[in-house]
């Protein structure tokens, strides 16, 4: 059974920065892609970054080059530092793993097979 909880959000300044961590389980027995969603009102749950068991990682255009996954399966932690932030990265914030795509090939909410509860992340002035 894989269960996903997330931590670290909050409210910050535009520029400022944010990690969130995930901590889950049954997530190291597998080969599982572990994914940071998120999510505003009335819009899908876009793919902010994703990253295989191998460690390769892949990022959505808007956040590359200011956000960073990482991920320790021997401590069941997946994080997001996220840098430079802006009011539009405002959203719910999710931790997803996908055991059917594993290598991370797809961004579709419907491809992950276990989410956490949500973190919320504001950007405000």
């Known amino acids: 059974q894989v269960q996903l909880v997330e931590s670290g959000g909050g409210s910050v300044q535009p520029g400022g920065s944010l990690t969130l961590s995930c901590v889950y389980s049954?997530?190291?027995?597998?080969?599982?892609?572990m994914a940071w969603f998120r999510q505003t009102p009335g819009r899908r749950r876009e793919a902010v970054a994703r990253i295989s068991r191998s460690g390769y990682s892949y990022y959505a255009d808007s956040v590359k080059a200011r956000f960073t996954i990482s991920r320790d399966d021997t401590n069941s932690m997946l994080n997001l530092q996220m840098n430079s932030l802006k009011p539009e990265d405002s959203a719910l914030y999710y931790c997803?793993?996908?055991?059917?795509?594993?290598?991370?090939?797809?961004?579709?909410?419907?491809?992950?097979?276990?989410w956490g509860q949500g973190t919320q992340v504001t950007v405000s002035a």
């Open positions: 049954g997530v190291a027995d597998g080969n599982y892609c």
């Open positions: 997803a793993a996908s055991a059917r795509y594993p290598f991370c090939t797809s961004t579709a909410q419907e491809s992950y097979d276990y």
